[in-house]
C-alpha cells in the first residue's frame, strides 16, 4: 500500500478548523468566460472555496459536484425588499439556494456588500434582511451548514492603530450591536474586506510598502501597539485585530473574521506608481503563505483567518483608475497575469532540515524526470515517510494524507520502501500536468539545480504518493 498525500497551496479546510484561500469571481469583464470555463480553471488550479458576487444560476450549476465551496451574494440592489418583507427572502433562499443544495456545495451567504458605506439608506434595513434569509434556511433545514453574514469595508472601523483603540464609526451602532448579535447567536463570523493598498495609498507616507507587503522587517521598524505591547509585521494583522477590539469595544468576543476581499493591483494610471506585477505577486504570494501558516494575528495568534483573494479574473469594465480593472490572478482568457511566488516549503523542508536524500532528484540522476513539482515532491515524502520508520503523523501533512494501493516508483527511479517494484508512472494526466504544459494550463514547475530545491507554482493541488 501506499500513502497518497494531498498537499493544496489552497486548502479546503472550515472556516472554524485551519484557515482557508478563496478567491472573488467578478463579472466586469467585456468577454466574460462561460461558467463552464470558470469552472474548468478553478478545477485545474485546485481552487477550493469562491465568492460569487451573487447567485448566477448558470455558475451554480457548473459548480455542482465540484465540492467546492461557495459563497454566494444578495446584490445591494435586492436588499431592500429582503429587508421588508420575509416571504421576499424566502422566495430568494428557494431559488438561488435550495435549489442547489446539495449539489452544489453552497457554504454561506453574504448578504450585500459594503451596505453601511455604500448604501447607507438600505442600512436600516440590513440586520433584518439577514434574520428573513436565516429563518429560510431553518426552514429548508440549511442553517447548520450555511452561514449568514455581510462584509464590511475596513473603513468602518476608526482609529484603527494601535489596533486596542479601534471602535466602529458610533453612527452604525444602531445597526452593527444587533448585527454581531446575530453573528454571535448564529455562530457566524464578521466578514471584512482589508484592502492595506488603499491603507498604503491614503497613508500619505506614514506606512512603508514593506509593511503593506508582509515584506520581512527588522524589529526596528515593527509597528508596536504601546498598549499591549503586540507587535505588527504587516498592516494585514492590524486591521484584523482593530476589528477585533472594535467587537470587544462592544463587548463581542467570540466572533471569528473571515476576509472576504483581499489583493493588490497589478497595473494602475500615473497616479499609482505602486500597482505594479511585482508588488500585486509579492503582496498575494506572502498573503497566501501567511494565511495557511495558520499563525492567525498578534491578539488571537490561534485564530485562523480564511481569506479570499480579490479576485480571479482582471475586470476591464470597471469604472474607476486604471489599478480597478486590474486586481485579477488571471486575464479573461484563463492565462496567469503573474506566477505566484509560492515555493515548495514542505519539500524544501524535506530535502533540507527533513535530512532526506533527495541526491535522486538532481538532473541526470533516475528521479529527475518527469521534472515537475509532484514527481520531485512525491519522492522526497516518501522518501521522509520511510526515513522516519513510517511513523504516525509523519504522512499527515496538516491532516490530508490517506492510504491508497498504487506503488509511485516508475521507470528506473524506485522509492525506499517499494521493494524494488514499479507502479504507475506519476507523469500521467490523472495528477497533474507535466513541466510541458501551456502557460495557461500549467498548474507547477519543479527542477533541482545547485543543491537548492526551486519551485514556481501558480495555484494548485499536488498529488503526491508514498510507499506504505
Known amino acids: 500500500m501506499a500513502v497518497l498525500l494531498l498537499l493544496f497551496f489552497l486548502l479546503a479546510c472550515s472556516v472554524y478548523g485551519d484557515s482557508f484561500i478563496g478567491v472573488n469571481i467578478g463579472t466586469d469583464i467585456t468577454n466574460m468566460p462561460s461558467a463552464t470555463e470558470t469552472v474548468a480553471l478553478l478545477k485545474a488550479q485546485s481552487i477550493q472555496h469562491v465568492r460569487l458576487y451573487d447567485a448566477d444560476r448558470a455558475m451554480l450549476l457548473a459548480l455542482a459536484n465540484t465540492g467546492i465551496r461557495v459563497t454566494v451574494s444578495v446584490p445591494n440592489n435586492l436588499l431592500l425588499g429582503i429587508g421588508q418583507s420575509n ?23 453574504a448578504v450585500g456588500s459594503e451596505v453601511l458605506t455604500a448604501l447607507p439608506n438600505v442600512a436600516p434595513v440590513l440586520v433584518n434582511a439577514l434574520k428573513f434569509i436565516q429563518s429560510a434556511l431553518v426552514a429548508a433545514n440549511l442553517d447548520q451548514q450555511i452561514k449568514v453574514s455581510t462584509p464590511h469595508s475596513s473603513s468602518i472601523i476608526l482609529n484603527s492603530f494601535p489596533p486596542s483603540q479601534a471602535f466602529f464609526n458610533k453612527t452604525w451602532d444602531p445597526v452593527m450591536v444587533p448585527l454581531l448579535k446575530f453573528l454571535q447567536s448564529t455562530g457566524s463570523y464578521l466578514m471584512l474586506n482589508v484592502y492595506p493598498y488603499y491603507n498604503y495609498m491614503q497613508s500619505e507616507g506614514k506606512i512603508q510598502l514593506e509593511y503593506a507587503l508582509f515584506r520581512p522587517l527588522p524589529p526596528n521598524k515593527e ?40 489583493g493588490w493591483p497589478s497595473k494602475g494610471d500615473s497616479s499609482e506608481s505602486d500597482a505594479t506585477i511585482d508588488n500585486a505577486n509579492t503582496y498575494n504570494s506572502n498573503l497566501i503563505r501567511h494565511v495557511l501558516n495558520n499563525s492567525g494575528t498578534p491578539k488571537h495568534p490561534r485564530i485562523p483567518v480564511s481569506t479570499y483573494i480579490y479576485e480571479l479574473y482582471n475586470e476591464d469594465l470597471r469604472p474607476g483608475p486604471v489599478s480597478e480593472k486590474n486586481w485579477g490572478l488571471f486575464y479573461a482568457n484563463g492565462a496567469p497575469v503573474y506566477t505566484l511566488h509560492l515555493t515548495g516549503a514542505a519539500l524544501d523542508w524535506a530535502c533540507g532540515p527533513g535530512k532526506v536524500d533527495c541526491s535522486p532528484l538532481r538532473q541526470g540522476q533516475e528521479c529527475y524526470e518527469p521534472n515537475n513539482v509532484v514527481a520531485h515532491a512525491t519522492y522526497a515524502f516518501n522518501a521522509y515517510y520511510q526515513q522516519m520508520a513510517k511513523s504516525p503523523g509523519t504522512c499527515d501533512f496538516k491532516g490530508v494524507a490517506f492510504v491508497t494501493t498504487t506503488n ?44 537548492s530545491l526551486i519551485s514556481s507554482v501558480i495555484l494548485g493541488a499536488l498529488l503526491l504518493s508514498a510507499v506504505l
Request: hydrophobic share 40%; proline share 5%.
Open 223 to 262: 509597528a508596536v501597539d504601546a498598549n499591549t505591547m503586540l507587535h505588527y509585521t504587516n498592516v494585514f494583522d492590524a486591521v484584523i485585530d482593530a476589528a477585533y477590539f472594535a467587537m470587544s469595544y462592544l463587548n463581542f468576543t467570540n466572533i471569528p473574521v473571515v476576509v472576504t476581499e483581499s
Open 408 to 451: 509511485p516508483s516508475y521507470g528506473s527511479c524506485v522509492f525506499p520502501g517499494s521493494g524494488g517494484k514499479n507502479g504507475t508512472s506519476i507523469n500521467g494526466t490523472s495528477l497533474a500536468p507535466s513541466n510541458t504544459s501551456t502557460a495557461s494550463g500549467s498548474l507547477s514547475q519543479h527542477y533541482y539545480n545547485g543543491g
Open 87 to 109: 416571504a421576499t427572502a424566502a422566495n430568494w433562499v428557494a431559488h438561488n439556494v435550495v435549489a442547489h443544495v446539495p449539489a452544489t456545495n453552497i457554504t454561506a451567504i
